[in-house]
């Protein structure tokens, strides 16, 4: 069977203050999230791999999630973060030259203040010094971004993208459009690739069910197709709607209608594919 795979989800060691996104609401979730917790999650799920993302942006971070995904077997995969806006990014690229887990690079555009932040000169300067790297950049953004994303992908044709989180619909208000237009419209671009993570916390925390989530499954699945889709938990911070068994419970039953093939490209082909991931050395000689 083909290894199943999370492609999306963060560990951290939580401090007020560098988590500062973690408010009131989601004391749930400020504590230490770490391997061991992962490992219980993964195995109940039936998941055999992992990416993790970063949470905030450090280098501190990066290097820590780094070292933590080199002692563990169950971590295919880093999507980190780097000061791409700064031109001490080759710096840090040259420094992690040889650390094969580094998979991609993520920056938090949704918490930007600049409306127009994907089109600044230093960003996109950054973004076309990844080429060459391997690494994947992934977005994330709050669907009324789309737009300036769609003219941001546009500028860099030969990078691989990864949009998070499906660009994060208004699904608690069951809301569509413009959000559907939009995403196929990005989807049109064959370098770009999207996670089917990060929809219960755009839903009603207490009240969601499979149903609001659906209508927006099936727009990317009809824009992306399976061949660019990816499941992924966005766990720990899904907790805050849903359990980690209950979230993939609940993909494996919205994509029940699709072919064995199909399922398996979503539950991990696609990730792997996408983000480079090997097997452990336990799996690759049996």
């Keep these: 069977m083909p290894e199943r795979i999370d492609a999306h989800h963060h560990l951290w060691l939580y401090r007020k203050e560098e988590h500062a996104w973690i408010s009131g609401e989601m004391s749930a979730i400020a504590r230490d999230f770490l391997v061991s917790d992962l490992e219980k999650e993964l195995a109940g799920a039936g998941m055999d791999g992992s990416v993790v993302v970063q949470a905030t942006q450090s280098l501190?971070?990066?290097?820590?999630?780094?070292?933590?995904?080199?002692?563990?077997?169950?971590?295919?995969?880093?999507?980190?973060?780097?000061?791409?806006?700064?031109?001490?990014?080759?710096?840090?690229?040259?420094?992690?030259?040889?650390?094969?887990?580094?998979?991609?690079?993520?920056?938090?555009?949704?918490?930007?203040?600049?409306?127009?932040?994907?089109?600044?000169?230093?960003?996109?300067?950054?973004?076309?010094?990844?080429?060459?790297?391997?690494?994947?950049?992934?977005?994330?953004?709050?669907?009324?971004?789309?737009?300036?994303?769609?003219?941001?992908?546009?500028?860099?044709?030969?990078?691989?993208?990864?949009?998070?989180?499906?660009?994060?619909?208004?699904?608690?208000?069951?809301?569509?459009?413009?959000?559907?237009?939009?995403?196929?419209?990005?989807?049109?671009?064959?370098?770009?690739?999207?996670?089917?993570s990060g929809m219960?916390?755009?839903?009603?925390?207490?009240?969601?069910?499979?149903?609001?989530?659906?209508?927006?499954?099936?727009?990317?699945?009809?824009?992306?197709?399976?061949?660019?889709?990816?499941?992924?938990s966005d766990w720990p911070v899904c907790l805050l709607a849903s359990t980690y068994v209950q979230w993939f419970d609940t993909l494996r039953d919205l994509l029940r209608p699709l072919s064995t093939s199909e399922k398996d490209l979503i539950f991990g082909g696609v990730a792997a594919k996408v983000y480079s991931l090997g097997k452990p050395a336990a799996a690759v000689m049996t």
């Design 60 to 196: 501190h971070e990066t290097e820590w999630l780094l070292s933590l995904a080199n002692n563990s077997e169950r971590i295919r995969g880093v999507v980190g973060w780097a000061p791409i806006s700064s031109y001490e990014l080759p710096a840090a690229l040259e420094e992690w030259r040889d650390e094969k887990k580094l998979k991609g690079l993520r920056h938090v555009i949704q918490d930007e203040t600049d409306e127009k932040f994907m089109e600044r000169g230093d960003f996109n300067r950054g973004v076309s010094q990844l080429a060459g790297t391997g690494l994947v950049y992934d977005i994330l953004i709050y669907e009324w971004h789309l737009p300036a994303a769609i003219a941001f992908v546009d500028r860099h044709p030969k990078q691989a993208f990864v949009l998070d989180h499906i660009a994060k619909p208004r699904i608690r208000e069951r809301i569509l459009n413009p959000w559907a237009a939009n995403v196929r419209e990005l989807a049109r671009r064959g370098n770009v690739y999207c996670k089917l």
């Design 200 to 232: 219960v916390t755009e839903a009603d925390w207490e009240n969601w069910n499979v149903e609001d989530v659906r209508p927006y499954v099936d727009v990317v699945l009809d824009a992306f197709g399976p061949a660019r889709l990816m499941a992924g």
